[in-house]
């Protein structure tokens, strides 16, 4: 699958990707909220084994660079539901990036996957958890001290989604197009 956004493009991964995704997996500060930093033999096997050879990620392409600045998981989870995740370079935070490539992966889930549900959590209640608002997500709930951080300590897990007829609210010409039978929403 392959998206195009007016500065993205959201495409599966390659090979010739590890060097940019080694820059965003194996900062520190960017992967605060997820897990140790990547080594590069990490990113190596992460690249080959998950994003290509099981399609389980895909990249955000700055069109005018060529690089790649963001990794972005849409997987299934459940028939008709579909966990969505996303990890961006630093150098780009702060400039819509993150959320100009999840609103396409977000259309892409229900106009070409027929998602009835994307859903997201998050450890991070501060970017993470506003990006998913501005996505149209909805909390959903609050693990109180559900996981470990990788700082060791005991983290709340925001709990956050959006279903089809949410979607179809907020885009409604891309939803009239795709399911006809809900245009009347």
Not at 39 to 55: P, Q
Not at 143 to 149: D, E, K, L, Y
């Amino acid at each position: 699958m392959r998206i195009e956004t007016e500065r993205l493009a959201v495409r599966g991964f390659a090979l010739e990707d590890e060097a940019d995704l080694h820059e965003i997996l194996g900062d520190a500060q960017t992967m605060r909220f997820l897990e140790s930093p990547y080594d590069r033999e990490k990113t190596r096997r992460f690249l080959a084994e998950f994003c290509i050879a099981r399609r389980g990620a895909m990249a955000a392409q700055r069109k005018d660079s060529g690089k790649v600045i963001g990794y972005i998981l849409l997987r299934e989870e459940a028939p008709g539901v579909l966990e969505m995740g996303w990890v961006f370079h630093r150098a780009h935070w702060g400039q819509g990036y993150a959320q100009e490539a999840c609103r396409a992966a977000l259309d892409a889930a229900f106009a070409q996957r027929g998602a009835h549900k994307v859903f997201a959590e998050t450890i991070d209640a501060g970017r993470s958890v506003r990006l998913m608002r501005r996505l149209g997500m909805v909390c959903e709930g609050v693990q109180r001290a559900q996981v470990r951080a990788p700082s060791g300590e005991w983290a709340d897990l925001h709990l956050y989604g959006i279903l089809r007829e949410a979607w179809c609210a907020q885009r409604a010409s891309a939803c009239r197009e795709t399911f006809p039978s809900l245009s009347g929403m």
